[in-house]
């Protein structure tokens, strides 16, 4: 039984760097349409700040059991953790200009319920037809009937590509690093 949805069970599969995001570093964003938890279409194509997207698989719900097997795909569990973390260094984040925003397949009526839950200071979106994934080729995994997105995160400015983190693990630990990288690599 899982004790919280906030804490990484010990013993997780650590996911190895397949190369199905190597090509993204120097990309442009396409100029697609998201639905985020507040209502409101965000192309981020247009966003020309800083900008943090963190693309996660899936988040579970108190009292709704995860996928079978969830626990033993390498990268797959933590997408709760994930989402406090950058919730606790969003001001660190905001500092450094950059505006965050978490990613999945997940419709945004499903994601509402996580960013009411967790409380969080951002934004969530939905690519439930998998937009970025058909204009950007990101990596993705199957479980059962399920397509879902692996867990990478994009550093973007003026609508490119400047950083990619992949494979991210501990997921719980993603938002230092972010904030590591922006403060050591100056962007024009």
């Not at 966003?47 to 698989?57: E, F, G, T």
């Not at 579970?60 to 933590?78: F, H, N, T």
């Not at 003026?158 to 990619?164: A, D, E, G, L, M």
Request: charged share 15%; aromatic share 8%; with cysteine.
């Amino acid at each position: 039984m899982i004790k919280s949805l906030n804490v990484l069970p010990e013993g997780l599969p650590v996911p190895v760097d397949d190369g199905m995001a190597v090509h993204l570093e120097g990309m442009h964003l396409p100029p697609i349409t998201l639905t985020s938890t507040n209502g409101a279409a965000v192309n981020l194509a247009t966003i020309q700040n800083k900008l943090v997207i963190y693309v996660y698989p899936l988040t579970g719900r108190p009292e709704v059991a995860l996928p079978e097997g969830w626990d033993e795909i390498p990268g797959a569990r933590g997408c709760t953790p994930q989402a406090c973390d950058f919730s606790h260094h969003y001001a660190a984040l905001q500092h450094l200009n950059a505006m965050v925003y978490g990613l999945s397949s997940q419709t945004t009526d499903y994601q509402a319920e996580l960013k009411n839950r967790l409380h969080l200071p951002f934004d969530l979106l939905s690519d439930s037809d998998f937009q970025l994934k058909n204009a950007l080729n990101l990596p993705v995994f199957n479980i059962g009937e399920l397509l879902l997105y692996k867990r990478l995160t994009l550093i973007v400015e003026k609508n490119v590509i400047r950083k990619v983190f992949y494979p991210v693990f501990p997921p719980n630990e993603n938002a230092k690093q972010v904030i590591d990288w922006l403060k050591s690599h100056s962007m024009a």
